[in-house]
């Protein structure tokens, strides 16, 4: 292993210094990860944000108390690499979604360590602001649709919220795989957004009944797979709308009210999607396979069959201005942090070095 960073600098980072608002996010610096054995150190050239994170913020970490740094995405340049890695070399491009809850330091940062199997080559085609969007959203979509509900071709799907960070990517590979595919927005401008990534029906769901529309998009027997990225309400619509024997996927909570009588009586199968566990479990397996879906969607964005939408860029010391607008609401597509932008020149010169 040969370490490219230099021992006396500094990294930048914006440290959460405690639980709060969005003002306890701080740009600070500190001393730069070192590279385990397992493990690849990545120079971070964007970090993608996520409502995670600000959950994590707001809330409180999934492991440990703060001080710490937040992110899960990320797409950067590979500085070195431990003794037992050996599918990547210093100087590849590579994206992954990893640390940033608590036990590990996430991506708001310069760099960062991250065990070999949650890597993948960043795809060619993806310039690394576009790459560090993608990984979260896409490992959280498609765990849902094929690891969950095993959409097949021909299948009615229901994606809620398909202009969001999840949806907008959900959407693609639902068509992807062959299905027919229906989501919901709240205005003009996100029906434009998914219509270009192929949604077959559109609902408006401040206008529109979900559940009525999509009974009657499917003469009346339900959709296949309803995938829920919104929750509470939300949620309860889908147990009408879905057919029997169907499959409902969640990424939130199920609601206390949800109507589980109905729910059994119509045999629909709830799961829950959460790809943040093999990093909160520790889970080798579950960690490669995230690796292989990054490798898999690589040669989809190749091929210009998938593409992520980001809404904006921010510098790193705008972090607390990105969650700002995510808790804002209404958000189209994924915040990113380029984490250059507010280097200053001897700090570009020295991450080069």
Known sequence: ????????????????????????????????????????????????????????????????????????????????????????????????????????????????????????????????????????????????????????????????????GVGHVAIQLAKLAGCHVATSVSSDEKADVVRELGADLIIHYRSQDVAEALLAWTDGTGVDVAFDTVGGEAFNQLVPATRVYGDIVTILQVPDDADWKSIRLRNIRISHELMLTPMVLGLHEAAEHHGDILEQCAQFFDERKLSVFVSDVLPLEQAAEAHRRIEAGSMSGKLVLDIEAGATHDDQEAVRE
């Not at 960062?112 to 949650?118: G, L």
């Open 1 to 164: 292993m040969v370490p490219l960073v230099k021992e006396q600098r500094d990294m930048r980072a914006v440290i959460m210094k405690d639980t709060g608002e969005p003002d306890v996010l701080t740009l600070s610096e500190q001393e730069p990860p070192t590279c385990g054995p397992d493990e690849v150190l990545v120079r971070i050239i964007a970090a993608g944000i996520n409502p995670v994170d600000t959950k994590l913020r707001s809330r409180g970490l999934y492991c440990g108390k703060p001080p710490a740094i937040l992110g899960c995405d990320g797409a950067g340049i590979v500085e070195s690499i431990g003794t037992n890695v050996s599918r990547f070399e210093p100087g590849d491009a590579v994206y992954y979604c990893y640390g940033g809850l608590g036990q590990t330091a996430g991506n708001y940062a310069e760099y960062i360590a991250v065990p070999e199997p949650y890597v993948a080559q960043k795809p060619d085609s993806l310039d690394f602001m576009d790459a560090a969007a993608a990984p979260l959203v896409l490992i959280t979509a498609w765990e849902a649709l094929f690891d969950r509900a095993h959409i097949q071709s021909g299948q009615h799907v229901y994606i809620a919220g398909g202009a969001g």
